[in-house]
């Protein structure tokens, strides 16, 4: 998700080399980020009572996480991607989560349960989302195999296609077709930056996006 959403390259008006900088510096805080693996629902209740009494938090939204739980809405929230420039990006990224939700319940449902990488591989991944996004390529197993993040996402819409279809959100897949194939939002406001000489053009090309709805045009 974050791969498919990276669009933010600039910190302070400079280019970071990196696709999604916001992640970086939104995860310095020590309630954002990964977050920690749980057995079972009582583990995560006792964690945020335990951060609430020890005022390290006043309630569970204060936990940025870059996927959580929210006991009050009894959903799942995903909070890892970036604001993407265009309405018809966000909504099929928001269909993409909710159909990768429902098919990771099933199989967990189904048995057995997926396969869990080791935390440190996680956050490499993670790293490599943020810094490569779409042309990067992630660690797939344990031992060590990679695999292009365009190929994952490509061979997910495809394992997703029966979710989609059953959800009635198969009219949002070609989007995230163009978004696997075409340059990601970081890639469309750093070409106009070197362009430009600047980031006010940066700007005026992101308004442009969101107001006509189509990426890569400006």
């Not at 995903?78 to 018809?88: E, I, N, Q, S, Y």
């Not at 928001?94 to 159909?99: H, I, R, S």
């Not at 490599?128 to 061979?155: C, F, K, L």
């Not at 362009?195 to 709805?213: C, H, N, R």
Request: charged letters at 25%; a negative charge.
């Amino acid at each position: 998700m974050l791969a498919l959403s990276a669009s933010s390259p600039f910190w302070e008006g400079k280019d970071t080399g990196l696709a999604s900088c916001r992640s970086k510096v939104f995860e310095t805080l020590p309630t954002a980020g990964l977050p920690y693996r749980h057995e079972n629902w009582k583990e995560f209740e006792q964690l945020v009572s335990a951060l609430i009494r020890s005022e390290g938090i006043e309630s569970i939204r204060e936990i940025w996480w870059d996927v959580r739980p929210h006991p009050g809405f009894g959903t799942v929230e995903v909070r890892v991607c970036d604001a993407m420039p265009t309405l018809g990006e966000t909504l099929a990224v928001a269909a993409l989560v909710q159909a990768l939700i429902v098919y990771l319940q099933e199989r967990i449902d189904e048995g057995p349960t997926p396969p869990i990488l080791h935390p440190r591989i996680v956050t490499e991944n993670k790293w490599r989302a943020a810094r490569y996004s779409m042309e990067g390529s992630t660690i797939v197993d344990e031992t060590g195999a990679q695999r292009p993040i365009a190929e994952t996402m490509e061979q997910l819409l495809v394992d997703l296609a029966p979710v989609f279809e059953r959800l009635g959100s198969r009219a949002q897949v070609p989007m995230l077709q163009r978004m696997i194939r075409e340059p990601p939002s970081y890639a469309r406001q750093r070409r106009v930056f070197e362009q430009a000489g600047g980031t006010e053009a940066v700007v005026d090309a992101l308004i442009f996006e969101g107001e006509s709805g189509r990426p890569g045009e400006a």
